[in-house]
């Protein structure tokens, strides 16, 4: 019996945060009741691994099952007892492991490595270090703490790389189509790969391009931000690259892709490198949601198939490359937990020799990729997904066209979305039609999405190797009669029609959170939502934009009306005229930096009176600022009052513009100028509180008063906002121009769009209103 | 002098119209604009007003004359002396609707009460737009009202000013009536040996005690009328022998009389001539079957230059307009005396007998309120306009049967003046889609929009209706709400219309068959022909 085997073990497990590995701590604490756990978890940036284990590990519905047989306290009480947690990682030489950690690793009778990258993308240094040193790593370390547990390596099926025919259970270098690459060579060239695309990326044309890029994304949004955003598109340029390199490297050699690469090479690292250390591999084919244990259709996470199956169901993705009569080797995840299981139980080999077994589907109880596909499409007529308008979505019919076809479809569909893209970011749109931008923005990214499943995984779907599994059978024929059951790996138990319609689909439906009724969902619902939440009491603090969020107004509007104002009427629409005339090069100067732009506009307030601008200030909230508000807007700070939040308007725009508006807020930071005898003189006093500043302004303003940004609301209109945006716990984007439309959107924050009360009372032009004539009719 | 175009002596008095095959299509006033509406046959009433009255031959001189001989008080002269302190108050934008033509006459006895004051050597004057919670008047507006000699010598030292009821140290309680109502007043007003009050009496709500009881007053002293239980006795508003409001007016008078300052009560009243007897807009004012070829021409030729016209050009349009009313009568002296030959004076020209009850009353609402002279006409105001102000405008008991249905027409556009509007707004976009029950509104949401700070500010500083009003707005029609069983609004902006709790329609036969769901098939039908203004002095009976 396995608990018999396993009684009294102490098993190290790696990857115990991932799909295969929770399943596993499941399996053992569930169905080996007398055996020891110690897991191996790399910290988190944020959260220590002890946190990590409940979080991820113990807090998954896997343990539902078992939780529902303990009760809550004896679950707590069974997991503290039987599990311990060590700080380690796969990634670091010596695994990272502590004196404690370095102890508990080195009592422990089995291993089960499971750590790997496993996303299919992963950047080509980081697969090496992970899943090709991983397993090497772990071993060395055992020969250091002078240990030999039995070590159960997971692996992958696919290792035997691209091609036809049957894939025994065999080592690597046994296999007549092996070749012969030094891993040590390899993972050098991986780290210099990284050293060179570096270094690349820091090159004066790749930063410049980078800066270009960023300011396309975000516009005018200030130097920290911008250098952020810079920063961040080097290092993706970088990761991208060798993802790139990883895949190319991986192709070179036979294999679908880095992480089939690299996993090969490490069995053959640790195969030289293993010493006296007793090692089993186990290699799964494609993992997926569970057969029967803990529950039929668990699954942990969005792996591999099921962003293809959603994007087809969504009707996004129209053709999928793949052979209609080839295997696609998918293996529930259950099968291969207890296919590790039953290996640890058994020991390792006798002779020394490292014994592969292979769990696949493909020989024993093969799915084809048509039979798959109508399945699947049956299943989705019979069971659509609904678009936002409540229609059911009728999905496409694969013709399994080769993989290029499907690439060049896409890319055409890309390069429009493209220039869609690019043509909209170039228009002054505002609220609602701005959304239009977030749209295209959501399609193209769907879009760039489906094309990289189907660079990624096309491979796999053409891949026709079948996987021997006659060790798996064997090991499946050794257990006692108890065990069969409850540790069953044989594949030929899987009903694919069952498997598919009843376990799976529904469980990857489950998991993705799209829509299956046709109820319209209220579209205003998760507005409110989000309302409510900027409106609740915990909130303190919010602050607000002036220009275009709370008025439909900019400095340059508020001048000209000042400036018409005691002008005799043939000057004024001149003079308007000019200065609306120089509105494109102000507005280019304006997108470029803001503070520039108001610095140089300000010039313009030389030598006006003070006394004379105070007075016109009042007039100027009746005459212009009320008839371009929003009523939506001063409303909205009102209820924030009303709530006991502190608001505070942070502006660029002039005190004297601003101070009319003063009573509608608890503060107000805003550009001052400073005067010389009754007289400004048009220069500020301070740098005016735009871009960073603003951010700065506002938690300084917070400091100064005990307010967490956190817990603070900010409302703003355009990307040269965001660093405000940024600062606060709870952004509101008004009105928002296209870039921060489709940003406001994608990070899920609450977009309002207001409007004048207007009705025509406020004026095409920002003239002042004339003197009144003077006529009398005595 | 006189126009020859002009009727004289002998103005036809108001009278009501059965309506059968013969009768022409009816003018409907609809906002900006107008309808011409076939009424059911055999049904239908219509009440047309009297004819205006004959003006005054010589204004300045009968103003005079009342100044020198008012009733049961002294003449003006003899309570002027150097050394006092003269306060003259006078009726603000909200009258007369729509503004007269210069001089207005508020400048004419402004200009009399000054030179008799001038005579008498008194040097401190204040002269106030007694505007209560109503927005300030810009500067043009004082202008006209005042005109511009009276404008220029007072407003640049500042002793021509809007009230401000929300100035802290600008208003004092002069006492409370038995009923516990509060009586506030304009400090300047309460300390000035004597207050001169120049009223314009447009309809019979005006004038009395509430000049100067509501004029100068503040949300202290307004609220103890302007709520739902004061107007839901009202019955109605317009008949001071029937009104709460004017009860609670002049119980606050006695206040004033015994505490407050001395008041020269001066009232005016003007006859229904608003669009002339001639000119671009006189066959408004005509009876529909007496057009000339003329006035159809005109009338034709109007519609059609609306219909090209934007909303915007069309409100200046229509806001342009300066009525050519006539000065009917002038007196002074004290409040009551006065105010009793007054309101003789608005029945005259306002009354018309009508018998019985009706199932059905129709209205055509025009652009203006007493709330949006120069501004926009926002649903609140078309609910006002109807339900205040048309609904109220009888003597003895509604047009209209209780349960009955009232449908008006007016485009209702979702439309509000941002600057002097502003709290409509809020009440509109959060009150209403909440609840319009008025009394459930007094309970939750007055006291928040009467002390809001925001809109005390821009009641204060900009040109803001109180953030009160809009409530009295709804107030001013419970007691319509409470009698009424359906009301329907004509050729209104769908979402505005159901936002004030109403129906719908998109032509008036539409609206007649929705009444039916309420007051049965083949209900009678009465129409107030407007404009000019009437009121209906309806007696018992059946229609």
Known sequence: MISEQLAGKRIAITGSTGFLGTALVERLLRQVPDCHLVLLIRPGRRSNPDQRARREIFRNDAFSRLLGELGKDQFWEEVDRRVTVIAGDVGTDGLGLDADGARAFADCDVVIHSAATVSFDAPLDGAVEVNLLGPTRIVQTLHELGAAPHLVAVSTCYVAGNRRGSAPEQLLSDSPFHIDVDWRAEVKAARRTRADFDAESRSAERLEQFRADARHELGAAGTPLLSAKTEQLRQRWVSEQLVEAGRARAASLGWPDAYAYTKALGERALDESRGDVPVSIVRPSIIESAWAEPRPGWIKGFRMAEPIIISYARGLLKEFPGVPEGVIDVIPVDLVVASIIAVAAKGAA?????????????????????????LVSTWFTENPLYDRKGQP????????????????????????????????????????????????????????????????????????????????????????????????????IVDWSHYVREVHLPSVVEHARVKTTGERSDPDARTRRLRARVLAPERHLAAFDLENTIIASNVVFSYAWLATRNLPPRDRMRFTIKTLGEAPGLLALDQRDRTDFLRHFYRRYDGASVAEMDRLGQELLADHILTKAFPAALRRVREHRRMGHRTVLITGALDIVVKPLGPLFDDVICSEMSQLEGRYTGELLAVP????????????????NGFDLAESVAYADSSSDLPLLDAVGFPVAVNPETRLASMAAKRGWLIENWSKAGAGTDKWLPLGPLPTPRKSRR | MRKKSEPTNNPRPGFVLEVDRQTPPILFHHGEGFRLEKLPIGRSRVIY????????????????????????????????????????????????????????????????????????????????????????????????????????????????YNHDAEDPDGMVILGHTDKG????????????????????????????????????????????????????????????????????NWRQGDIIKHHGPRIFQIESTLNTNTFGHDGPMAMLQKREWEWSMVDRASFATMQAGLKRMSPRARRMAFHSWRAPYDITSVQAGEVEAVHRKTTEMVYKQHLVPVEGQTDVVTMGLPYLTPYNVNSIMNPILVMVQGLGYFFNLYRGRPVVREGGVLIMSHPTPWEFHPVHHPSYIDFFEQVLADTTDPVEIEERYEKQFAEDEWYRHLYRTSYAYHGVHPFYMWYWGSHAMQHLGQVIVVGGEERAVRRLGFKPASTLSDALEMATDVVGSKPSITHLHNPPILMADVSAGSA
């Open chain 1, 350 to 374: 006798s002779d020394g020799s490292i014994e592969i077994t292979q769990v696949a589907s493909g020989t024993r109880n093969p799915l084809h990729y048509r039979r798959l596909v109508d």
């Open chain 1, 393 to 492: 979505i009728s999905v496409p019919e694969w013709s399994f066209p080769g993989r290029g076809a499907v690439e060049r479809q896409l890319e055409r569909v890309q390069k429009n979305l493209d220039r869609a893209d690019k043509a909209l970011k170039l228009l002054p749109l505002r609220g609602r039609q701005a959304m239009i931008n977030a749209e295209v923005e959501d399609r193209r990214e769907q879009v760039s999405r489906a094309m990289g499943y189907v660079k990624i995984y096309g491979a796999y779907a053409e891949c026709e190797a079948l996987y021997g599994v006659d060790n798996l059978l064997a090991l499946q024929d050794s257990l006692d009669d108890g065990d069969k059951e409850p540790f069953a790996c044989d594949p030929a």
């Open chain 1, 689 to 704: 509180p735009t871009g960073e500043v603003r951010a700065q302004a506002l938690r300084d303003f917070a400091d100064a």
């Open chain 2, 49 to 160: 007003p009297a004819e205006p009255l004959r003006g005054l031959d010589d204004p300045d001189e009968a103003i005079r004359e009342a100044l020198l001989n008012p009733i049961d008080e002294d003449p003006l002269p003899s309570l002027l002396h150097p050394g006092m302190k003269l306060t003259i108050a006078f009726d603000d934008l909200s009258l007369p609707l729509p503004p007269m033509q210069r001089p207005d006459v508020r400048q004419r006895i402004i200009e009399a009460v000054l030179d008799l004051a001038a005579e008498a050597g008194v040097d401190d004057v204040h002269l106030i737009a007694a505007l209560a919670l109503h927005r300030r008047m810009t500067e043009p507006e004082l202008r006209h009202a005042v005109g511009d000699r009276v404008y220029e010598a007072f407003a640049p030292h500042g002793l021509l």
């Open chain 2, 181 to 248: 109502e509060a009586v506030q007043m304009s400090r300047r007003a309460a300390e000035s040996d004597l207050v001169v009050y120049v009223n314009i009496n447009l309809v019979s709500m005006d004038g009395g005690w509430k000049s100067t009881a509501t004029g100068l007053s503040g949300y202290q002293g307004v609220k103890a009328h302007h709520n739902v239980h004061t107007m839901r006795h009202s019955t109605s508003f317009m008949d001071q022998d029937n009104s709460e409001l004017h009860r609670s």
